[in-house]
């Protein structure tokens, strides 16, 4: 399958499939072959489960820069560190990256190539289902320590290779935290759709055809409004349903003690009970949703280990923010996302509410 996606600033695709790595490759070699480097990006989990296959069907001699795992990759030393490699390397202009791994290899792959030498291309090679995201959109960055994804740029890839068989030894933790990605997509885009994932028994247990078509449903949604508004001026910041409160949780509880996509669907669940005050969401709904994802062992226990108080200093260092006012994205109905401005007092409330809710369905 492949995917369009057209930006103001470029256009490429998105090839997904099970086995697809070699044949992608030979689809982009006119691009590829006119490097005079090519370097792998990738992280040391990564590389230790996955490099065989790699090997085997990547075509092309190549250079590999191996970093730690997780959100350890996205510091600034890691960044320096990155960009020494690629000078001790003799990369240039004519150079060309590829990022193979997670959405935080993703994202510093992505950052490096648009600051080295001021633009490199690069290609995205994601084995997560969270960087199904995370992947398609031409976001990077990396962490301050202040805050996450706080310094980065718009800076799109010149193709997304999601070849679905490295999908095959993901844990079950970083299935649950990508699946909520998706089901994101879902919420923001089709009621019909949504349903069907509310009625798997196991989110984490889905077969792989009808995985890929998740998957594809979900990159479809991305690219539309990645084409709408490809710098997040409008339509774009729908794709942050639920990543507020969510990223508040994350950062609260140390980035990769939470994996991202748990953050998000609790985060969800408060965006849901906010839109029951402005949108027509019920709070049937709201509840129905809860039980779906407590079923599935999101950890919505996160939400006691913190006071309101601490998560407001996370939540007024989201990016969202303008003239000082927090901003969160909700739903007037299933498929109908909106942005409303919240004030602090009812962010309190909701809080409030989302505690009381989580001691009667989390049971």
């Known amino acids: 399958m492949r995917i369009p996606v057209n930006t103001q600033s470029h256009s490429y695709e ?11 490759c030979d689809s982009l070699k006119e691009k590829i072959e006119k490097a005079d480097k090519l370097v792998v990006f990738t992280d040391e989990n990564v590389w230790q489960a996955q490099q065989q296959y790699f090997k085997e069907n990547f075509p092309y001699p190549f250079e590999v820069f191996v970093m730690p795992g997780g959100e350890a990759c996205k510091s600034f030393q890691n960044f320096e560190d990155a960009h020494t490699f690629l000078i001790e390397k003799h990369c240039s202009r004519k150079s060309f990256l590829f990022a193979f791994g997670g959405g935080a290899v993703g994202d510093l792959t992505g950052f490096v190539a648009a600051t ?17 995201d995370s992947a398609v959109g031409g976001k990077t960055a990396i962490n301050h320590p202040l805050g996450k994804n706080l310094v980065g740029a718009f800076y ?30 879902a919420l923001i885009s089709d009621e019909k759709w949504l349903k069907q994932l509310m009625q798997t028994p196991s989110i984490t247990k889905i077969d792989k055809t009808a ?12 690219a539309k409004i990645v084409g709408q508004d490809e710098t997040e001026q409008s339509v774009r910041k729908y794709l942050n349903l639920g990543h ?13 003690g939470l994996a991202h996509g748990e953050a998000v669907m609790i985060g969800m669940v408060y965006a849901l009970l906010l839109s029951e005050r402005y949108g027509q969401i019920s709070r049937e709904f709201t509840i129905d949703f809860l039980k779906f994802a407590y079923r599935n062992d999101y950890p919505f226990e996160e939400v006691k280990r913190f006071s309101f108080v601490e998560l407001y200093e996370y939540l007024m260092k989201d990016k969202k923010i303008e003239y000082g006012k927090l901003k969160f994205v909700l739903l007037q109905e299933i498929g109908q996302p909106f942005v409303r401005e919240i004030g602090e007092s009812e962010c309190r409330e909701v809080d409030r509410e989302l505690r009381y809710l989580l001691e009667e369905v989390c049971k």
């Open 14 to 24: 998105v090839f997904i499939g099970s086995g697809i790595l070699r044949t992608a």
């Open 116 to 132: 080295f030498m001021r633009g490199i291309p690069y290609i995205q090679i994601p084995t997560t289902i969270l960087a199904h």
């Open 156 to 185: 799109q890839p010149e193709a997304v290779i999601y070849d679905i068989n490295f999908l095959d030894s993901l844990p079950t933790k970083e299935i649950r935290s990508g699946m909520a990605e998706v089901i994101k997509h």
């Open 211 to 222: 995985l890929a078509n998740h998957l594809k449903s979900g990159i479809e949604v991305k």
């Open 244 to 256: 507020t409160y969510g990223h508040a949780i994350e950062a609260a509880a140390g980035y990769g």
